[in-house]
């Protein structure tokens, strides 16, 4: 069990720094490596299918960032910027958006759950075919949802 848990972690940076600039790669590493990576510069990097449960994003830049079918699940990305990021048929099971920048983030098919939005700035989502429970993301108008903070 121990050399199979070392092999993925050695393994793991492998698969997600195509497109990473020298500038972002060793702080995806970290991520990779530690599953944190607080105010962290991600814009545009490749996460596609990244498990990531339960990482400490807070205040991370993940600008334009592709998490297509990653595994979000209990992430902590209060203050993340995630402008234009493709979270498609992303797994966001109580993940803590508290003011984030969610602009232009494309939520097809994803499921989110449970999830904190509380002051998150949601201009032009894509919410198309996403599974959304518990979580103050609607279409806007007067039947907006307004669910509280955590606590």
Same mark, same amino acid.
């Given at each position: 069990? %121990? &050399? %199979?848990?070392? !092999?993925?972690? &050695? +393994? ?8 990473? =600039? #020298?500038?972002?790669?060793? $702080?995806? $590493?970290?991520?990779? $490596? ?7 510069n991600?814009?545009g990097?490749d996460?596609?299918? +990244?498990?990531? &449960?339960?990482? /400490? ?5 993940? %600008?334009? +960032?592709?998490?297509?079918r +990653?595994? *979000?699940?209990g992430?902590?990305?209060?203050? #993340?910027?995630?402008e234009? #990021? ?12 508290? $003011? #984030? /920048?969610?602009?232009?983030v494309?939520?097809a098919?994803? %499921?989110?759950?449970? =999830?904190?939005?509380?002051? !998150? ?9 996403a599974d959304?429970?518990?979580t103050? &993301?609607g *279409? ?8 509280p903070d955590w606590?």
């Amino acid at each position: 069990m %121990k &050399i %199979k848990l070392v !092999a993925v972690l &050695i +393994a793991t940076p492998l698969f997600f720094t195509g497109a990473v =600039s #020298a500038q972002n790669s060793q $702080q995806l $590493q970290r991520l990779l $490596q530690t599953n944190e990576c607080i105010k962290c510069n991600l814009s545009g990097v490749d996460l596609i299918g +990244a498990h990531l &449960i339960g990482a /400490d994003l807070r205040g991370a830049n993940l %600008k334009g +960032a592709n998490l297509t079918r +990653a595994n *979000i699940e209990g992430a902590d990305l209060t203050g #993340a910027n995630l402008e234009g #990021a493709n979270l498609s048929s992303t797994f966001a099971t109580n993940v803590n958006f508290k $003011q #984030a /920048d969610l602009d232009r983030v494309n939520f097809a098919n994803a %499921k989110i759950h449970n =999830s904190n939005v509380y002051q !998150a700035s949601m201009n032009d989502l894509n919410i198309a075919g996403a599974d959304i429970v518990e979580t103050g &993301i609607g *279409i806007g108008g007067e039947e907006a949802i307004n669910l509280p903070d955590w606590d």
